[in-house]
């Protein structure tokens, strides 16, 4: 169910890829012809009469323009099926967009916008195999074609070639370096190839270009209580859901981690926190009740508490003396103004990033760190247990 969740997350990104789904006949009735030849005086061009119109978001007339160009034209120009594409798609006229898109591509074989436009409404009417035909003819013609990059990357992901797509989604990336959407995909691509570290920062990387870009949040909680770290995993997930939701999530992962305990609580604070009958939850608690069973795992939890989690599969850290260097251990490591995950954010470390800790408070460190490209000192707060003692070396 984790990767589904992702999943459904990562494909939901797809309605920002660009060119949505719609289509528009080939030909205009009468009816339509007549009312356009209405608007027009002789000496109109309907194309810039179209293009005019679509600029002022009045794009059924853009279209009836369009058409009446295309009719009037001996040998239908491939650009003015192109621009119909375009508004179907805009104002979403799913069927009549590809087959707008297809008629340029009829038209002129070479035309990259034609080829990525038909390819990404089949990718959207599920025609997989079909999509991936045109998208590869469309970064062909045109390499730069970062949406048909982006999109032969997902395809990829389906057919778990994630190396494959990696490079699609790495080739978007360095067409259009601030999409959040493509980092969010690269993220997931190595999610899925099972490197959860690097799959952590483009997550973060994600959300740093775009702070509200929810499928991100859940993605990078998902990866947190992969990891077993469940309290962070729903404070990130409750970025991007209720926290009902959230508790759920991270208690469903707890269940296939093997952390029945933490699964009991999570999944019964999801109950709690439910307004009304939460039938996922309640199934996945059922589950984790008969796991427990049959392992002969004590059942019981009352009043939970994100922060009695027991986090059974990382053990705190002992407590380590002032002034010691510490490394990151988790993929990405907020740092924050105080002890508190209700803080601001003030910087972010990497695993291994190497830290003084100043003092210790509740599960706290108070840190001083090396902050951006100046590599300037900064401090700020982080959590005790995802620091670890970096072992003294000898002189030799």
Known sequence: ??????????FASLALIGLGLSACATT???????????????????????????RRGDYESALMHYLLAINAQERPDPEVWFRVGAVCTYIGKTEQALRAYLNVVELNPEHAGGQEGAGLELMALQAMDQARDYLVAAVTVDPQRWRSHNALGILADRDNDHAVAIEH?????????????????????????????????????????RADYAPAWSNLGLVYARQGWYADAVNILSRATDKATAYN??????????????????????????????????????????????????????????????????ARQAEMPRNAIRAVLPAGLNVRGSGSTDAAVVGFLQSGDRVEVISDS???????YSSGVSSSQAVGWVRSRYLAAVPAVGEG
Do not use: C
């Open 1 to 10: 169910m984790k990767d589904k969740t992702i999943h459904a997350l990562f």
């Open 28 to 54: 205009p009735s009468s009816g339509l012809a007549t009312a356009v030849t209405d608007e027009l005086t002789i000496t109109d061009d309907p194309v810039l009469a179209g293009d005019s119109a679509a």
């Open 169 to 209: 989604f790495q080739a978007a990336l360095a067409i259009n370096s601030n999409s959040p959407m493509i980092l969010n995909n690269i993220g997931y691509s190595r999610y899925l190839s099972g490197d959860l570290d690097q799959a952590a920062r483009d997550f973060y990387r994600a959300t740093g270009v």
């Open 249 to 314: 999530q991270a208690g469903y992962i707890a269940l296939n981690n093997g952390d029945l305990a933490d699964a009991e609580q999570l999944l019964s604070e999801a109950v709690r926190l439910s307004p009304t009958y939460y039938k996922a939850a309640y199934g996945n608690l059922d589950v984790v009740h008969a796991r427990m069973r049959s392992e002969g795992v004590h059942q019981g939890i009352s009043n939970p508490s994100p922060y009695s989690l027991s986090l059974t599969r990382f």
């Open 362 to 368: 509740q599960g706290w460190s108070y840190i001083s």
